[in-house]
């Protein structure tokens, strides 16, 4: 059985507006009585790391107001004016990291797909979720294909079925270009390669030179 008399878990790995959910979810089925809600989470409350939080707030909130039915109310509030703009910050990192990734040199296409999904799942957190149609042609184009590569790759897409085009995107990159890792730019096609001047010794110069070379 769940205890359901202990509130969740304040962690910095997990996003604070998540635990504000989960703690009003335990609001809801736990049996202490409301008077006592506000006390048990803030004994919940790491008291080293994360800046000492439990401290924090027995130092600047009232045990007599924690003590109250709207007791969580009031340790949210005081929650919020030191972490809600922490999680806004965190919520426009995971935005830009994912917004800003492109398949590099030596990326193999199921590395980059991995990758790619892995950003996206950090921004959902935020709730920042995209339209499957929209994420799937964000896959494509940042997977930096020629647009022959990218005509074969839309073959296995069916736009018909939105819901499922994100799928079928990472499915047909990984099909077609699974193992392949994109070229480096000198080795593209029309892309002219660097050449040395030779330099001849006396001696090489000579040679050629008695034999009218």
Do not use: C
Request: hydrophobic content about 35%; glycine content about 2%.
């Amino acid at each position: 059985m769940a205890n359901y008399k202990t509130p969740p878990v304040f962690s910095e790995a997990k996003p604070y507006s998540r635990w504000i959910e989960e703690v009003k979810a335990w609001q809801e089925v736990t049996d202490l009585k409301k008077e006592k809600h506000g006390l048990a989470v803030a004994l919940s409350l790491p008291e080293e790391g994360a800046k000492s939080i439990r401290d924090k707030v027995f130092n600047e909130i009232d045990l007599e107001d924690l003590k109250k039915e709207t007791g969580v109310s009031t340790l949210i509030k005081f929650m919020d004016n030191v972490f809600k703009k922490d999680e806004l910050s965190a919520a426009y990192e995971a935005y830009t990291s994912f917004d800003r990734y492109r398949r590099q040199t030596e990326t193999t296409m199921e590395e980059f797909v991995t990758e790619f999904e892995k950003l996206y799942n950090k921004t959902k957190k935020y709730k920042m979720e995209l339209p499957k149609p929209v994420l799937a042609f964000k896959l494509l184009e940042s997977a930096q294909l020629e647009h022959k590569d990218r005509q074969l790759v839309l073959t296995a897409v069916d736009y018909k079925e939105p819901d499922k085009m994100f799928e079928q995107m990472q499915n047909s990159l990984k099909k077609f270009f699974g193992q392949q890792s994109m070229p480096p730019p000198e080795a593209k096609e029309g892309v002219a390669v660097k050449t040395e001047p030779t330099f001849l010794t006396t001696q090489e110069t000579a040679f050629f030179t008695e034999r009218g070379l």
